[in-house]
């Protein structure tokens, strides 16, 4: 068995290798679909260190490589998801690794989840002799903006061939302090779903509204209306977040407009309040409409899928954690109304993500994820780096813990 204490050794020996990575992912940041350079990097990088099965261009520029454990045992495969994609904001931070595309940046941590992979390339290639089963790689593009990169490369069958039986995958936290993981088991992420309505009303003069059907005065009431579906429908101890983020409409102090459209956001953590809140909020804004006697046309789209995280893949992880980091630093935060596409990944197959401390406030790394400053402690890379290899190693030895909860 992999005792900690050699392994973090190791890793802190390899901890300069995986900054180097790091930075000059987060130098040459690139947007989703767009990693090719990104995606030439890892493949190389993958070559190098005797990665086997490289699979290059998955669902645009997607990669999985194989490392073959050599000992006897129960073969399992375990897959590690990272993400490479960055995001369209200007950098504002002055350091020497500052993105040098212009407009673009690594301002997610998506170059660490990255850079953490290849370690993890590194460290379980080191020790093959050491386990039995076998792990994929696998790097995805475009997390950041819908579809995303996850669903494609699955139906493109990156589960199969070999067949997964669990995954796992890290996110930096910026809002932890460094040398913090979280873990929690159920709904850790919602569903970002989206809505656009438009309402069509019959546009006259303000002083006749008798000959008018106001779109505004009908999209105020949608508005409102909407807020009873979390209040009224939603059961109290679910969660559900129905924002309304844009309503344009009319341009004159004299006119009553033709059309006034409304957009926004409706984010649930289950399946079924998922489906309960599609339903009613496109039922408010039909009725009301009816009501005001417009017709209104709702394009309601559903985004990535609620990340669940299965319960003992995610005792798993924590005990890994604890090896890790101790019992101390192991946070079980509550589900977050953000979302994520690693969800995809666990729709019909256990896994689990964690969160990784990044921040340091005596460095004065404190920025948030998506913020022109965000920049991460990159000691993390290696707590980051150690817990993932110890939870790979215990999986592939044990499999997943017996839990009475289930998923
Ligand atoms: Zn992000
Ligand atoms: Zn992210």
């Known amino acids: ?38 995606a030439k990097f890892v493949a190389e990088r993958l070559q190098a260190l005797g990665v086997e099965d490289i699979r290059t261009g998955i669902n645009g520029t997607g990669i999985t490589g194989l490392v073959r454990g050599k000992s006897a045992g129960e073969n399992r495969v375990v897959l590690v998801r990272a993400d490479m994609d960055a995001l369209p904001i200007h950098e504002e931070n002055d350091v020497e690794y500052k993105s040098r595309n212009d407009g673009v940046m690594h301002a997610c941590g998506h170059d660490a989840h990255t850079a953490i992979l290849l370690g993890l390339a590194r460290t379980l290639m080191a020790r093959r002799d050491e386990f039995a089963g076998t792990v994929k ?43 913090v993981i979280t873990i929690a088991g159920g709904p850790i992420l919602a569903a970002p779903d989206s809505f656009r309505v438009t309402i069509q009303g019959k546009g006259g003069h303000a002083a006749r509204p008798q000959n008018a059907i106001d779109p505004i005065v009908i999209g105020a009431q949608i508005v409102n209306a909407l807020q009873t579906v979390v209040s009224r429908n939603v059961d109290p101890v679910e969660s559900c977040v129905v924002t309304v983020g844009y309503f344009n409409a009319g341009e004159a102090f004299n006119v009553i407009p033709d059309v006034a459209t409304i957009g ?59 090896e890790v980091v101790g019992a101390d630093n192991v946070v079980t935060p509550p589900p977050s109304m953000g979302g994520e596409d690693y969800a995809y990944f666990l729709l019909d197959r256990p896994g689990a993500m964690f969160q990784v401390g990044s921040k340091n406030e005596d460095r004065g790394l404190v920025w948030g994820h998506h913020h022109p400053r965000f920049d991460i402690d990159e000691e993390s890379l290696a707590v980051g780096l150690e817990t993932m290899t110890v939870t790979v190693l215990r999986y592939l030895e044990r499999g997943l813990p017996a839990t009475d909860g289930g998923n």
Request: overall charge negative; glycine content about 8%; proline content about 6%.
């Open 1 to 38: 068995m992999v005792t900690a204490t050699r392994l973090h050794d190791e890793i802190d020996e390899i901890l300069p290798g995986l900054i180097a990575d790091r930075r000059y992912l987060h130098e040459n940041p690139e947007l989703g679909f767009q990693e090719f350079n990104t």
């Open 137 to 179: 790689l696998l790097f995805q593009p475009s997390e950041e903006h819908f579809p995303g990169g996850a669903k494609g490369m699955i139906e493109e069958g990156v589960m199969e061939d070999p067949h997964v039986d669990a995954s796992f995958a890290l996110h930096m936290a910026q809002h932890q302090p460094l040398g």
């Open 264 to 322: 926004g956001t409706v984010r649930t953590l289950t399946p079924e309040i998922r489906d309960l809140a599609e339903e009613r909020v496109t039922a408010v804004i039909q009725g009301i409409a009816e009501a005001g006697r417009a017709t209104v046309e709702i394009e309601y789209t559903r985004g990535y899928p609620a990340t669940i995280n299965d319960q003992a893949a995610a005792a798993l992880v924590r005990e890994a954690v604890i």
